[in-house]
Nanobody, 119 residues
Framework: QVQVVESGGDLVQPGGSLRLSCAASGTHFSLYVMDWYRQAPGKQREWVARIQVDGSTNYVDSVKGRSTISRDNAKNTVYLQMNSLKPEDAAVYYC?????????????WGQGTQVAVSS
């Protein structure tokens, strides 16, 4: 089993910044495709960003230009740096690890970390 743990959620003011972290277990982390999702109250879970094995990234339009996803394979960790936060960014943020090989291949989710944006 692969364990995924998010951290870094907090209450921030509009216009503020936050860095979320996602640590995933396993010896082949560098081969995992990592995604961030978010879910606001009463809404469906929404994909936010992806980082591929080669470091290439994709973002949902609503965070493009304000957010950066990155990975540190030596630390088995993915980050989501969010700047210029808006009230509509408030949600529980989830990390998903896609494990491509081995007996644990499959998708693994963390429990989420809460981001609140309010003055």
């Amino acid at each position: 089993q692969v364990q995924v743990v998010e951290s870094g959620g907090d209450l921030v003011q509009p216009g503020g910044s936050l860095r979320l972290s996602c640590a995933a277990s396993g010896t082949h982390f560098s081969l995992y495709v990592m995604d961030w999702y978010r879910q606001a109250p009463g809404k469906q879970r929404e994909w936010v960003a992806r980082i591929q094995v080669d470091g290439s990234t994709n973002y949902v339009d609503s965070v493009k230009g304000r957010s950066t996803i990155s990975r540190d394979n030596a630390k088995n960790t993915v980050y989501l740096q969010m700047n210029s936060l808006k009230p509509e960014d408030a949600a529980v943020y989830y990390c998903k690890a896609a494990v491509p090989i081995g007996p644990d291949d499959g998708d693994y989710w963390g429990q989420g970390t809460q981001v609140a944006v309010s003055s």
